[in-house]
């Protein structure tokens, strides 16, 4: 199984910028796919970016394009959200997965084979 730790979450005012890390282990996690997902208070858990094992394919929800950006290093077995352009409505709780299937992250949180604890993300106006 994949272990995974979030980090790097905070509070950060409007228009600021974060980076999440996602750092994985276990013995089959430099193959998986890996995905950053978000759920604010209230609310179900949303899809926020995906990349696939080698890094080569990426996927976005609409609501972060061209302001989030997804990548990992394979040696340090590390995913990072870069969070920029922030917005209030981008706070949340956000939580990284890992899956060997790269489109079932991109299709949502049900059924995924690890997750992380989870970081808190605070925007203010």
């Known amino acids: 199984q994949v272990q995974l730790v979030e980090s790097g979450g905070g509070l950060v005012q409007a228009g600021g910028s974060l980076r999440l890390s996602c750092a994985a282990s276990?013995?089959?996690?430099?193959?998986?796919?890996m995905g950053w997902f978000r759920q604010a208070p209230g609310t179900e858990r949303e899809f926020v970016a995906s990349?696939?094992?080698?890094?080569?394919?990426?996927y976005y929800a609409d609501s972060v394009k061209g302001r989030f950006t997804i990548s990992r290093d394979r040696i340090k077995n590390t995913v990072y959200l870069q969070m920029n352009s922030l917005k209030p409505e981008d706070t949340a709780v956000y939580f990284c997965a890992a899956d060997p299937n790269f489109i079932a992250i991109m299709r949502g949180p049900t059924g995924l084979a690890s997750w992380g604890q989870g970081t808190q993300v605070t925007v203010s106006s």
């Open positions: 276990g013995r089959t996690s430099s193959s998986y796919a």
């Open positions: 990349i696939s094992w080698n890094g080569g394919n990426t």
